[in-house]
Structure formats: structure tokens, C-alpha cells
């Protein structure tokens, strides 16, 4: 971990960029062990970003590990994304900011049952293989591409601000498509160099699948809209922000998950 995390720093140093990296757990959402760690059990991701010429130009990657609910299938979702974005306005008081993102996605098996059992053999914090978590895959591999775009708009004071969400992308040849309309309001609040926040916001989705093993029970809803919630908090100093996120009925599955981020600013902005 140390290593992954100075590998991190060195990197946004060099490139003089933003960067995100993100666990999303089910273990994150629950405060009563012992977890089922069925269903959406992990998420990983990494995002990175500089300025260019008025846009934020980067690039992401998404690791997700579906576990059958009451069964012993499983599903990866793993999403390589290039990402352009724009904002208009002023900086939290009225603005609108603008996402595109394209790239391939893949789904079957890429590596989330050997992380996983890995994990769980050194953590002791679930199953191992032998000892009953998921090991088979519902599909083969398969590829697809994923187009989509995110609007954010928002209005308000400084320090607190009402904002609404249009997210929407298709995914060909394997992965998700979906749609979602949000509305939330956010807040913060400075004490000297540091600055604490939080947010929440209800949602309304729908998603549809071209690999129906992401279906699998404790995975993605289909078919339907999808109402769900989020709520979460943040604290932040000099060019660094730790978040902590609790999503409900993350994907349309019924189950909440949730998140743990921490973004590093190395582009010349700071929080």
C-alpha cells in the first residue's frame, strides 16, 4: 500500500495533474460484521486530470467485483475511460460543468476473483476460495465501447449551493447503458486552511445491461427506474481532500455501498 501510494504521488508530480483514487466496499456501509460481501462487494478506480486551454483533459479506469447474492457466480465490470471536461460561470455559486467520456469496457473474468480471495486470505475480512466465495464466472470475457456525458449544474452562496445531475451513457458490445436525473444540495465550511463539507442528493436511474450475468442476483436492476440516495462528507486541506460517500441502491441492486476517495491536486489548484 505504501508503495501504490507513492508510486501515486511521483506520478502526479511529474505530470503536474489531478488525481482521484477511490474504494467503493460494501464493507463501508454496514457497521455490524460479519458482511455478506455479496452483491456490488468492491469498487476500484483511478482518475487523473489537468488543465488544458479552458477544458480538464484525463483519463480513468473502474474495477467493479459483482458477487451472486445466495449463489456461487460472479461478474467483472472493468471501464477505460478518456474524459474532457468544461465549466461555465463562477466556481460555486452559479456554474455549469460539462463531462464527456469514451472508451472500452470489458466484462467476465479480469483478475476480481484472484484481488479478492487475495485480500481476504491477508485481511481475514471474508471467504477465501476454500472457503466458499464465488469462483464461478457467469460469462466469458467480452469487449465493448461506452460513450457518455455528465452535466452538472449548480446555484447558490459559497458556502452552500442546490445543484442537479444529468448523467447518461450507452455502452455497445458488453457493459452498462444508463440514465439518471439527481438533485442535491452541498455545504462548506472553512476553519483556517481546513474545509469541511458534505452533501446530499436523491436520484432517479434506469439501466440496462448487454451482459446479462451483470444481472445476476445482488447486481444490476434492469427492466425499471430505479429510485436511490446519497449522502457524504469531505475534509480538505492545502491539495489534498479525503471523502467518504454512502450510496443507496447503488446500480439498482437493492444494497447500499460505500465509498472511500481521496484526491490529490497537483495542477496548481488548491482546495
Given at each position: 500500500?505504501?508503495?501504490?501510494?507513492?508510486a501515486?504521488a511521483?506520478?502526479?508530480t511529474?505530470?503536474?495533474?489531478?488525481a482521484?483514487?477511490?474504494h467503493?466496499n460494501?464493507?463501508?456501509?454496514?457497521?455490524?460484521?460479519?458482511?455478506?460481501?455479496?452483491?456490488?462487494?468492491?469498487?476500484?478506480?483511478f482518475a487523473?486530470?489537468?488543465?488544458?486551454?479552458?477544458?480538464?483533459?484525463?483519463?480513468?479506469?473502474?474495477?467493479?467485483?459483482?458477487t451472486?447474492?445466495?449463489?456461487?457466480?460472479?461478474?467483472?465490470?472493468?471501464?477505460?475511460?478518456?474524459?474532457?471536461?468544461?465549466s461555465?460561470?463562477?466556481?460555486?455559486?452559479?456554474?455549469?460543468?460539462?463531462?464527456?467520456?469514451?472508451?472500452?469496457v470489458f466484462?467476465?473474468?479480469?483478475?476480481?476473483?484472484?484481488?479478492?480471495?487475495?485480500?481476504h486470505?491477508i485481511s481475514?475480512?471474508g471467504?477465501?476460495l476454500?472457503?466458499?466465495?464465488?469462483?464461478?464466472?457467469?460469462?466469458?470475457?467480452a469487449?465493448?465501447?461506452?460513450?457518455?456525458?455528465?452535466?452538472?449544474?449548480?446555484?447558490?452562496?459559497?458556502a452552500m449551493q442546490?445543484?442537479g445531475?444529468?448523467d447518461?451513457?450507452?455502452s455497445?458490445?458488453?457493459g452498462?447503458?444508463?440514465?439518471?436525473l439527481?438533485?442535491?444540495?452541498?455545504?462548506?465550511?472553512r476553519?483556517r486552511c481546513?474545509e469541511?463539507?458534505?452533501?446530499?442528493?436523491?436520484?432517479?436511474?434506469?439501466?440496462?445491461?448487454?451482459?446479462?450475468?451483470?444481472?445476476l442476483?445482488?447486481g444490476?436492476g434492469?427492466?425499471?427506474?430505479?429510485?436511490?440516495?446519497r449522502?457524504?462528507?469531505?475534509?480538505?486541506?492545502?491539495?489534498?481532500q479525503?471523502?467518504?460517500?454512502?450510496?443507496?441502491?447503488e446500480?439498482?441492486?437493492g444494497?447500499?455501498i460505500g465509498v472511500?476517495?481521496?484526491?490529490?491536486k497537483?495542477?496548481?489548484?488548491?482546495?
Open positions: 500500500m505504501k508503495l501504490v501510494a507513492l501515486i511521483c506520478a502526479t511529474a505530470a503536474h495533474a489531478d482521484r483514487i477511490a467503493g460494501d464493507a463501508f456501509s454496514e457497521l455490524d460484521p460479519p458482511l455478506d460481501d455479496q452483491g456490488f462487494t468492491t469498487d476500484l478506480s487523473m486530470w489537468r488543465p488544458y486551454r479552458g477544458y480538464l483533459i484525463g483519463g480513468s479506469g473502474f474495477h467493479r467485483w459483482l451472486e447474492v445466495g449463489g456461487n457466480r460472479r461478474e467483472d465490470l472493468l471501464e477505460v475511460m478518456a474524459t474532457v471536461e468544461r461555465w460561470g463562477t466556481p460555486r455559486v452559479r456554474e455549469l460543468t460539462v463531462t464527456l467520456r469514451s472508451g472500452p466484462t467476465g473474468n479480469w483478475g476480481g476473483r484472484w484481488l479478492q480471495n487475495g485480500w486470505a481475514g475480512s471467504p477465501t476454500d472457503e466458499g466465495l464465488a469462483d464461478t464466472y457467469a460469462s466469458d470475457r469487449f465493448g465501447w461506452l460513450a457518455g456525458e455528465r452535466a452538472v449544474g449548480a446555484i447558490g452562496i459559497p442546490a445543484y445531475v444529468i447518461a451513457q450507452a455497445l458490445g458488453t452498462v447503458s444508463s440514465f439518471e439527481a438533485a442535491g444540495a452541498r455545504a462548506f465550511h476553519v481546513v469541511l463539507g458534505a452533501h446530499a442528493e436523491i436520484a432517479l436511474d434506469r439501466f440496462a445491461t448487454s451482459d446479462d450475468a451483470l444481472t442476483r445482488g444490476y434492469t427492466g425499471s427506474w430505479q429510485r436511490a440516495w449522502a457524504g462528507i469531505h475534509v480538505a486541506w492545502n491539495r489534498t479525503i471523502a467518504y460517500e454512502y450510496r443507496a441502491n446500480g439498482g441492486s444494497e447500499p472511500l476517495a481521496v484526491t490529490i497537483q495542477s496548481g489548484h488548491t482546495f
